[in-house]
Structure formats: C-alpha cells, structure tokens
C-alpha cells in the first residue's frame, strides 16, 4: 500500500479530511500534518506543527520559518512515505527541504496542491513580486502540481511562468459513501411562491451580500434568499445586521457536510455562485464546491459571465448567468424565470452524468496511481502527460480550454485533420520544413526531398513549408514547386510567429492526423539523396523513438569555409555528438531529423516560446518521458552557417541565451563544457576590472586577467592546430572565431538568466496544440479610413481572398477623411466586382476621429456587432479575419488585437529591418493580455457592455491616439483584451517613413497620448510620481545613447524611446500635442 505524507495549511479545513478520505479511498495510507487555526476536536489524529491564524501573514511565515528551522521529529520519524504531498504554499515551504531529509537515494515525489491563489500572489506590487518568486523557487522542487480548475494553470501559473511540473485537475467533486442519499425528494417548481435563492458556504463575499439583500428589497414578494454556512466577519463585519434589517434574507447558521446537503438544497430554486472576494483573480478562476453540490442536488446555480464559473454554466446551459456584478443585472435576469425556465433547467441538470459531480472510487484510485506509480492494475504505468493552456479556447467544451491533464483520464488529443484519417500507416510521414527568406536554398531542399516522398508510396507522405512571412520570393517558389508535385502533396501554410518551433507545431496540427513519423528538415542545409530512408531505417533497427544526425558545416567563400571549419572542430563545437559524424548511439541531443508522431505530441511538441534551443529543450522532455533519442551513423546532413562574424556573433548569442532558458525551465544543472562557456563571460569582466585597476596602480589586480587570457590563448593555439590540420594558412582566424562564438554564447547566457523568464511567455510546451474555437456565423464588418492613399486599393483585393469560417459574411466600409470624395470611384469600381458588399463613406475633414465615428455608426444602424479595423496600407492574409473571429469566440475577451509587420523595401537601413521597428506588436501585462489596444489591426464586440456606445475622441482626431484612448476608456469600464498572435497584418514601409525624423516625431506623439492618459487618471501625488519616472527613463535612454554611441542599431533605438518618453513628460505638463493627420498623405498616419 502506497504511503502519502499529507502537509496540510489548515487540519481544521473539512475540505482537507475530504481530502485524506479520498486518498484512503484510492488505497493510500495518509500519514497528515499541518497546521491548525481552531479549536476543536479532530477526525482523528494528526501531527500538529503550530498554530496560525488568517489574515496574519506574518504570523503565519515565522511559524513556517520556525518549522523549517527546527524540523517536528514526527516527521522525521516512521516509515519513509512514497510521496509527499503539500496543500497551499506555506507548507510548500516545509515540504521541499522535509523532502531531502527523507528522500536518502531513492526518489521522493513532491506534489503541490493548489486549490485557490491568493490574492498577494497577483499583480506587479513588491509583495506580489516577492511571493511569487518564493513560489517560482519552490516549486523548482516539485514534481506534479494539483489544481482545481483548469483556470489556475492558464491565467497564474503559466501567466507568471510559476511551475513547470506536469498538471493534474483535480474537481471539487462531491465525496460521499453514498451520493444517491444526498438528493433531495420532488421540489415544487410551479412558483406559486417566490423564488428562494441559496447561498452557502463560506460566506465572505461583501459584494453577494449587499447584492442579494437590494434584490429582495427590490423584488420582496417575488425573491427571497437561504444563506447557510460560516460568515467571515472579519471581512463583512456587518453581516448580521443586513441580516436582522431584511426578514427576505434567512440565515440559518453553519450545516453539517455532507449531511445536510439534501436538506439545505431541497429548500432552494437556485444555488448562489457568484463570488467576488477577489476580484479579478481567483473569484474569476475557482471551481467551488457549490457547483458540483448544486449539480448533484439538481440545483439550477447562478454564475458571473467571464468568470471559470459562468463558462461552466454556459457550456452546459443549466443555469442562470449574470452580465455583470450588479444587482440590476441579477433583478432583470430573475424577473424572466418562470416555472417553464426551471423545469428546463432541470431537466437539463438530469441529463448530465452522476460522475460530473461525484467522485467515483475509481478516480480515487486513478489521483493515487498518479501520485505515487503505485496501482492495483497490471501492465506498465502510462507515462504522466499534461496539456496547453492555450488563449484560444473552445466556449462548447470549456474543459478542453488549455487544459491539465484530469485524474478522470480526460487528456486533450490532438486536433483532428481533415487530411487523413484512421491508423497511421508503417512508414507515412509528415515532412516540415520552416522557411523565413531562404529563397536561395528552399528550392534544393524541395527538389532533394520530392523524390524520396514519392519512393515511400501513394499518400504515405506530405511536405509542409511552414513559412513565417518571406519577403524575398521564398513563398513564390514554393507555390510554383507546389503546383508542380502532382504526385505528391505539397502545402504552404502562414506561420504567424515565425519562430521554427511553432510552424512545426502548426503543421502537425494541420496535416499531422494519418501519419506516424514527422521529419523535420531545414532549408538551411543539403540532404543526401536517401536520407529519408536511412533515418527509417534507423529507427526500425535500434527502435528509437526519434533519429537525430550529425551535421557538418559547409561554406563558400574564404570567410564563409572557415567559419565552417571552426564550427566542424572541436575548439569550435567543443566536442558536441551531433556536430561531428561517427558511429551510431543512443544520445541526449542531437540535430532534429525523424521522430514518431505521437511521441511529438504526447510532450507537447516544441516550445514555440523558444527562438533558439528549442530542439535541446523537446529532447530533454523527450528523455524525462522516457524515450530514447538515436544519432544516427548511416547519414547526415550539410550545414550553411552564417557568412558573416556579426550574423555569427548573433546566432551564439541567441543560442546562449536558448540554453539559459532550458536550463531554467527544467531545472538542471549544466554541462562541464557549458559551464566553461558560461564562466567567459564573468572572466572577461574580471579581466577588463584588473587591467584598469593594476594600471591604475595595484598591480596585483593583474591577476584577475589570467583566466581570460589562458581562455583566448587555447583559442589561438586551437586555432592553429586545426590550421596545421587543414593545411591552410586562413584558417588561423578559426581560433578568434571560436573566441567571437563563446563569448557571444555566454553573454547570451547572463543576459537571459539576469532578465529572467517573460511574464508572458511560460511554458507552452505541455500539450498538444490547442484548437481554436469555431466563429459564430454572421455578418461582420470590417471598417477602412483612408486619406489620400491609392494603395488602398491593394488592402480591399487582400479582403478579396480571405477564408471565411462556415456562416460568416463581411461588409467592407471604407471612409474617406479627405476634403473632397478622392477614394470614391477607386472603392465603387472595386465594389462592382467584389464578392464582399462594400460601401463607400465620405467623412470629411482631416480628422480620423470622425471617419471611425461613421464607421462604428455604420455597423450599428445595420445590427452588426463584430466590427474589424485595418488601415488603408496594409495587406491581409487569407485566414485573418477568421484568427480573429476564433479568437474572439473562445468568450474570455471583448477585443481582439494582432501584430502587424513590416515589410520593407530592399534598401531600407538594415538596423530598421533588423531590429523590426515598425512593427506593431501589442505590449502583454502580467496576465497575458494586452495592456493597450490599437485601431491597425483589431476586431471588437460592439454588443458588450463596455463597448456600447464609445466613441472615437475628435479632440485626437489629428493628433493620433483616438485608438489608444478609445481602447484604454473601453479597458477601463471593463473590457477584456486578448491578443490573437495568428491574426496578422503586413504593412508595406515607405521610404520617407525609415526616416529617424518621421520615426521620432510618431514615438513623440505616441508618448504624448500616453501621458493624457496618465495625466487624466492621475491625482496630484501621482503625477509627481509618472513626472520623476519619466525623467529617470529619459535619463536611462541619453545614458543608452552614449554607451551604444558606435552600434547603430542600439543607439537609435534608445533615441527614439527617448523620444516617446519625452513625448509623455510634455503632455504631463500640459503641452500641446503634435498633429500627424490632416497633412502631408505621405507621412500622415
């Protein structure tokens, strides 16, 4: 029987004993520990370490720290358990260094139960901040985390990027020796009497009461409300005088669990499940008890929209769910339930199964086999998987929304393809290649892998160039290659987020179902003519689940080759398996070539986080789930590196910055050879630290430079080794190539380690891809202005080709802001042979605020509710109204926002393409959700309530920023923003806008509509503050200015923030802002 050391934050909590009760249920022993904040008896005994209280946050961290200090010998002693389990975080705290004690040489799993987030935890306050880094820390030590709601991995852990351990759901399912007892009898529905409301639990909720007591005063004869359980007066210190002043709220004191559930349910029409204790946070978030109480009971519950709680109801349609958190709302919603409304309701609470509520036996034992690996069943221990919380969520089948893996064996699968169905054939395979401007190489890679498809038989194969925007004819080639495969199936695809991760995961969704290997191939590189069959073979004989390939550099010009020898030698690969062609053998790592289809999915596929080392990063979940990695020795491929030292320098960099990322991630230690890479950077440090002091006179500190110098002398010895080797007197500049590539790779490395994990990012890699939700069919308008723009006829012809999901149809309105009608026969001459109806506006005069006023007055007097912006010179894809529409139908957002990107023209300054200037990419908070919105790329629902009515400010009609301030207006009455990374834009730049002068006077302005907005929120102390804090940043860009005085790039980067932050202290201190509409139609907008 498997042991379970239960650490517990409250061993008076009666959902706690539930808890144990379900572990013994599932054939655990439970040794329990904890705290206690009562005074009663317990169910039985337990080890007792303290007392704490709630609300006393200090308290309770010294008890912690005093446990920790000097360990309770109980726990320490008796037989050692096959998991520790911890519920909440301050026995998290006791559990991690308890674990160590305990563990000796075997492993001892640590399970961290999470059945609520505090609302400390959240948010960028100090406090905030330092919880979570303690949390973060601890959970570096955790190997499974528990949760209640699906809610709490999307929206917190990988929000803040807290726990990478896999996931389980865990319901707040009624548990019950016998379930059928705790139903009540026949309930009157026919509402001869007023509707009576139950409340129960804990009761905290100031808002639920205040809102519950000015309902029954506002409806006395036709509601009444039931509240049972233990108010929290220290957060409603009134409760009961609101009680004793309204005889409609009855009050009948704390009940017994589950004993009394038939009796305080069975006097109830509906069940209360608003909650707004922590708003915001967890109240949006949780799955309480009361839902699954009111769904076994029959209850018909009442929900908040927006919130974990009110997706349920809705998914089911078997309750009542509020608009928003008022008591109008909850009086208009009431006063339409009828006898009919509820019977329905029941009727449909009767048709879902009894175990959606209830916690079988069998789920009992499946929650232990999980936690321990101990189980009565026999044959081997399926392998613990997780799934993606994606942002794309599919409002009819809310659980499948980003999901934990659920102890019911409920795991989301991959998207099913319309592609292929029914087993996957022995050798079919899914061929990627990612692209991004290879049109000199993607052709080869095309034409060397057609062939060897083909050899594999009729339908046993696909390519897929997962493109991420080409600007140089990457996509036309494969286009013409394409339509020239007849044999063979050839598809491009638009991989929003260019990164090569992610269009390899949006290709295995798409045309992955049918296929049983997935190859991935670079266009980067040449492949022997039988390396497909090779790599299966590989895989056929050694039983690997992925096949891996040495790769050898190969280089053209002088430059170029010994870039390739050094990376081909050891002083510039320090001796890395897959850089370096030998025998065949199983290994951690190697360069991504054939792997099984499902194995790639059940990980989760590739971090599409990950710019770099995404490769490294798959492998090692590759390994920890058990699977074996072979490098084969039969083929390889041929590798084009970088041909300059800068674009090398970048690339090292990136990969140092890669590892840093994985190693944080997974929480291991690095390498000997890493370890070397990563002390350069620090050594350099030093070095450059003694040679200013020992000049300076203590000559001592000369010494600091000898590690640094012992690091560049084996490069330049290397260097000529491999140049004796070679024979060739240029190869001597391998040894300070080497150097350029490990000192790159370590700045890489401190750079990402310093600056931490992006609150925004996580970890995506956990599931399957997320599948997007299905767009309600109906009309959607999509809303142009334009000025003096003839491009704008190529923005309309892109409208003209995009894919529509089944039922939706859009109307074009493009309004016109000049004097005269310019655009006017250019749209009508486009609207004659346009499939889409399209109308032309004349909205004069130079002010965009008004063209968007009749845009948005346009929708409304037609009924339509899902109005789309773009400008007038940007170009759509085929699937962006459709990314939109999907994202907006996941029900958690009210608009929607995609990136733009630039297209540039060939002579436009390499630093602008480089670092991507002009591209729009919206800024994400701590949750994930844009903190601004913007009219170049949005879709918004005009229906909801913070929308309704807004209007775009004439007052920054020719200034710019009528979006900004729209959007943050709508933000701040409550809507919710969401970001649809696929939904893209492009957007050609003209060359008078590369200009730095155009590009700081639109950052000058952009900073100006961030200081109103400042300026309009804050009071006096604040605006002291947003003073001082402008100035320190303007101060940091003239610093960054000067250090970066020779790097291009980085020193007109920082002049340019300096610009919009300047921008944002002159409209602080009240200045008049910079018009940029209205004028010159080359540089306006």
Known sequence: MPCILYLVHNLDDPAVWRRVEMLEAGGAEVRIAGFRRGSGSLPRPAIELGRTANARMAQRVAVVLRNR?????????????????????????????????????????????????????????????????????????????????????????????????????????????????????????????????????????????????????????????????RPALDEIPDFHSIIDANPQLEFGGPYAYPADLPDIYGDVDLAWLVDRYEAGANSEWLLPNRLYESGLTGVPPIGLNGTEIGHRIERDDIGLVLASATSEATVKILRNVTAETLQALQRRHQAIPRDAWVASEAECRELVRVLTGHSAATGPRPKPQTAEVGQDAQPSDRDNRGRAATIAGNLTTAPADAHGSGEPGTESVLVVVPTYNEVDHISGVIDEILPQIRRLGSGKGRL????????????????????????????????????????????????????????????????????????????????????????????????????????????????????????????????????????????????????????????????????????????????????????????????????????????????????????????????????????????????????????????????????????????????????????????????????????????????????????????????????????????????????LPEGVTISIVVADNETSPAAKSLVEEFAARSRHDVTYLHAPARNISIARNAILDTAMSRGIDRLAFLDDDERSPEQWISALLSRLAGGDCDVVVGPVRAVYEPDAPAWMRRRRIHDTDPELGPDGRPIAGHSCNVLMDLSSPPIRGLRFDLARGRTGGEDTAFFEMARRAGARLALSREAVLYERVPPERTRLGWLLKRRFRMGQTHGGLLKESADAVGLVRHFLVTLLKIAWCMGATAIFAFVEGRRKQAILRGGLHIGVLTALAGYGTVEIYGGDPKTSG
């Open 69 to 229: 200090l000097a360990m309770n010998p109980t726990l320490l002693t008796g037989p050692r358990p096959d998991v520790i389990m911890a519920r909440n975080l301050e026995v998290l705290a006791l559990a991690a260094p308890l674990r160590k004690r305990l563990a000796g040489r075997r492993p001892l799993p640590l399970v961290y139960e999470v059945l609520d987030i505090h609302g400390m935890m959240i948010g960028e306050g100090v406090r905030a901040r330092m919880m979570r880094r303690v949390e973060r820390r601890l959970c570096r030590e955790v190997d499974r985390l528990i949760v209640s709601s699906p809610a709490f991995v999307e929206n917190y852990f990988l929000t803040y990027g807290q726990c990478d351990a896999p996931v389980s759901l865990v319901e707040n399912k009624v548990w019950a020796a016998n379930p059928d007892a705790l139903i009540p009898g026949p309930r009157d529905t026919s509402l001869t009497r007023p509707i009576r409301i139950g409340w129960f639990g804990v009761l905290r909720c100031r808002f639920s009461l205040h809102c519950l007591d000015a309902v029954t005063r506002a409806m006395p004869e036709q509601v009444t409300v039931s509240l049972r359980g």
């Open 464 to 803: 897929v160039i997962a493109d991420g925007g080409s600007t140089d004819g990457t996509q036309a080639v494969v286009e013409s290659r394409a339509s020239a495969a007849t044999e063979t199936e050839v598809h491009l695809i638009h991989n929003s987020e260019r990164l090569q991760g992610a269009g390899v995961n949006l290709a295995v969704a798409r045309f992955g179902e049918g296929m049983k290997w997935l190859l991935r191939m670079d266009a980067h590189a040449g492949y022997p003519d039988d390396y497909l069959e090779k790599l299966l073979e590989d895989a056929e004989d050694t039983g690997a689940d992925c096949v891996v390939v040495a790769m050898t550099a190969v280089g053209e010009t002088a430059l170029h080759r010994v870039i390739a020898v050094t990376q081909n030698s050891p002083i510039g690969n320090g001796g890395s398996a897959h850089r370096k062609a030998g025998k065949g053998a199983f290994v951690d790592h190697g360069h991504h070539a054939l792997m099984r289809l499902e194995i790639f999915r059940s990980v989760g596929g590739y971090d599409k986080t990950f710019s770099h080392n995404e490769d490294a990063e798959l492998d090692l979940r590759i390994g920890q789930a058990g699977h074996r990695i072979w490098l084969s020795g039969r083929t390889g491929l041929n590798y084009v590196p970088r041909r300059t030292l800068s674009a090398l320098g970048r690339q090292y960099f990136n990969f140092g910055r890669g590892r840093a990322r994985t190693l944080a991630k997974h929480r291991v230690r690095p390498r000997l050879r890493q370890l070397a890479m990563i002390s350069l950077a620090p050594a350099v440090g030093f070095a450059l630290a003694g040679l200013i002091v020992g000049a300076a006179g203590a000559e001592a500190a000369y010494l600091l430079a000898i590690p640094a110098s012992l690091w560049l002398a084996a490069c330049l010895v290397g260097g000529a080794v491999v140049a004796a080797s070679c024979k060739d007197f240029s190869v001597l500049l391998a040894g300070p190539i080497a150097a350029l590539m490990h000192f790159s790779w370590s700045i890489g490395y401190w750079q990402q380690t310093l600056a931490g994990p992006r609150p925004d990012t996580g970890s995506s890699a956990s599931a399957p891809l997320r599948q997007i939700a299905p767009a309600a069919p109906g009309p959607v308008l999509v809303g142009i202005c334009t000025f003096c723009r003839p491009e704008i006829i190529d923005t309309l012809e892109s409208l003209e080709t995009q894919i």
